[in-house]
């Protein structure tokens, strides 16, 4: 084999790889911008659902009790977590007391 033969080969395969690299690129590029328009669509649609949803009258929305009660359990547990920032635990009883306490009025320990 030539010299002329083996750099016309390695050229070849250069070009070759080069084009599916771009392509590869290319094609990954899509795939993120595509994820995230969806994505933006999805939440679009979410929101006109939800702006949809809230503008229905008491009567209307007692058809939708599945997410009455959803809503219902979101509020609850957000209601529970807000309550659990607000509060610490005696490290030495377990008592549950408030964020801004510094001893513990059950067993009088210092609370961190």
Known sequence: MT?????EQIL???KY???NATLATSKANIKI???AKNDALN?????LGKEHFNSLTKKE???YKDILALEEEVNRLNNELAAINESKVCQKC???VTK???FCSECGSKVN
């Open 3 to 7: 010299i002329d033969k083996i750099k």
């Open 12 to 14: 070849s395969a250069g």
């Open 17 to 19: 790889v080069s084009e």
């Open 33 to 35: 911008t595509l994820k």
């Open 43 to 47: 939440a679009m649609y979410a929101n």
């Open 61 to 63: 929305k007692n058809k």
């Open 94 to 96: 377990g008592t549950k």
């Open 100 to 102: 801004d306490i510094k």
